[in-house]
Nanobody
Framework: QVQLVESGGGLVQPGGSLRLSCVAP????????MGWYRQAPGKERELVAD???????KTADSVKGRFTISRDNAKKTVDLQMNSLKPEDTAVYYC????????????WGKGTLVTVSS
């Protein structure tokens, strides 16, 4: 069973920073597009940013210029650096792994809560 494990969530004041990290099994990491999604209370899950194995990125307009996704192929991790956090960034953040060759198979972590509040 594939497990993605997120870490780094917590409580931060508006304007602050957090760094999320997700570790994935080596069997899938090298091939997968790794992404971060989030789900705020009462809202649908949405893409925050993703990063292909070849370095292509996609970032939501709402976080452009504030959040940066990166991956470490040696450590099999994908990180999300979040700066200038706003209360509307409060959500559970999920790590995601997918690849076109896997069809409908998508792997998810259990999520880590980020709360932005004074």
């Amino acid at each position: 069973q594939v497990q993605l494990v997120e870490s780094g969530g917590g409580l931060v004041q508006p304007g602050g920073s957090l760094r999320l990290s997700c570790v994935a099994p080596g069997t899938i990491f090298s091939l997968a597009t790794m992404g971060w999604y989030r789900q705020a209370p009462g809202k649908e899950r949405e893409l925050v940013a993703d990063l292909t194995s070849r370095g292509g990125t996609k970032t939501a307009d709402s976080v452009k210029g504030r959040f940066t996704i990166s991956r470490d192929n040696a450590k099999k991790t994908v990180d999300l650096q979040m700066n200038s956090l706003k209360p509307e960034d409060t959500a559970v953040y999920y790590c995601n792994a997918r690849h076109p060759s896997w069809g409908a198979v998508v792997y998810w972590g259990k999520g880590t809560l980020v709360t932005v509040s004074s």
